[in-house]
């Protein structure tokens, strides 16, 4: 994951990598014309009588394995770092910063729908409920603590969540229409009221967290 300062480092390191590709194939060019300038003098050195026929053949047979040699490992290189910047290339654009809409690509670029969701602040959270019942969430690198709440249908609480961890996390719940994004040493308190007895399922939704084990379980009980 990238902190905010060090954001220039993979796209610098992948603009490297393509450069090396790049030289590397059009180096391939020039090596074909260095051999033939070999072959050309050998052949000369033959004529004048400088070399025999055997050592011509020896240095000849010698030249075409080191081309072949060379050329397999040409062939190879320009690909190999180019896959390898593709690869850097996607994982900067899945995983951005770990904030949803805020890789380096812009805010346009951002994770969508279930993958990333959207950042929601204080302001835009459910307002509290006056004299209800408080439960509190607080999240870290990557767990929520409790990982299990239990409320009471049809009864409101006001829910606690603060980012005590280094990186931005939201709380979401999709059955619920819920969703509370935190920075990193904040705190939103949101209304929160299940009208269904069940079970559902709260987690991060900032790619990647979840599956790091970034979730818990909200159980409601019938009154």
């Excluded at 509290?128 to 609480?157: C, H, K, N, S, Y």
Aim: proline share 6%; net charge negative; aromatic share 6%.
């Amino acid at each position: 994951m990238m902190g905010g300062g060090g954001g220039w480092f993979v796209p610098v390191l992948i603009a490297v990598l393509i450069g090396v590709a790049v030289a590397l194939a059009v180096s391939g060019g020039t090596g074909g014309r260095d051999r033939e300038h070999a072959h050309e003098i050998l052949r000369r050195r033959l004529a004048a009588g400088e070399i025999d026929v055997e050592e011509y053949r020896e240095r000849a047979e010698s030249l075409d394995q080191d081309r072949a040699g060379r050329a397999s490992l040409r062939r190879w290189l320009p690909a190999f770092f180019g896959i390898l910047a593709l690869l850097l290339l996607i994982g900067l654009l899945v995983l951005g910063t770990g904030r949803p809409g805020e890789g380096w690509w812009g805010p346009m670029g951002g994770p969508m729908g279930g993958m990333g969701g959207q950042r929601t602040d204080q302001d835009a959270a459910p307002a509290a409920v006056p004299d209800a019942e408080e439960l509190t969430v607080e999240m870290t690198e990557m767990a929520f603590e409790p990982a299990t709440l239990e409320v009471t249908a049809g009864e409101p609480v006001n829910l606690t969540v603060a980012n005590v961890g280094q990186a931005f996390h939201d709380l979401t719940i999709d059955e619920l229409d819920l969703q509370l994004g935190v920075e990193p040493g904040e705190t939103v308190t949101a209304g929160l009221e299940a009208d269904e007895p069940g079970e559902y399922r709260y987690y991060c939704s900032v790619p990647g967290h979840a599956s790091a084990g970034m979730e818990g379980t909200l159980t409601v009980s019938a009154p």
